[in-house]
């Protein structure tokens, strides 16, 4: 390292730093602010500047602090585990678990509803589902 042929870390010379605008700034190139009460949301730009919620934030002030600074638009650099988790995987999630605790349900399975639905869909192939519906037709015309 100190004859400069290799060796780790990096000498420190002229060249090797990061620019100037960007020095100390969030990967994204936004300036970090620490939040520790609903008072440090006032004030701040969308678009100059990301949060960090503190570590010292309980559970109720952290979600209520996420909700103020979503209903602002403001990034936030560490929202914790339930807002990270895309929108379509809690849907879904939400979904499976009503079909599976409903109490109408035949199948709780969701593998076995989603090859009942393509049955459902070619032609020529009647399905329990619709053999009731048949049924029903029939006595309903009686």
């Known amino acids: 390292m100190r004859k400069e ?3 780790w870390p990096a000498l420190v010379k002229a060249g090797r730093g990061s620019a100037a ?3 100390g700034r969030h990967p994204r190139g936004l300036i970090e602010r620490l939040i520790r009460n609903e008072a440090d949301l006032e004030g ?10 503190s570590g010292q934030l309980g559970e109720r002030r952290r979600i ?8 602002l638009n403001i990034h936030i650099a ?13 849907l879904k999630e939400t979904e499976t678990s009503a079909i ?9 399975n969701s593998a076995e ?3 009942q639905h393509e049955l459902e ?5 009647t399905t329990t589902s619709q053999a009731k519906e048949i049924t029903d037709e029939e006595d309903a015309e009686s």
């Open 64 to 71: 209520m602090l996420v909700e103020r600074a979503k209903s």
């Open 21 to 23: 605008s960007t020095r």
């Open 113 to 115: 509803i989603e090859v």
């Open 44 to 53: 701040l730009n969308p678009k100059v500047h990301i949060i960090r919620l």
């Open 78 to 90: 560490n929202p914790g585990k339930e807002e990270t988790r895309p929108v379509g995987e809690e």
């Open 100 to 108: 599976e605790e409903s109490p109408g349900s035949e199948t709780g």
């Open 121 to 125: 869909s070619e032609p020529g192939v």
């Open 5 to 7: 042929k290799k060796g």
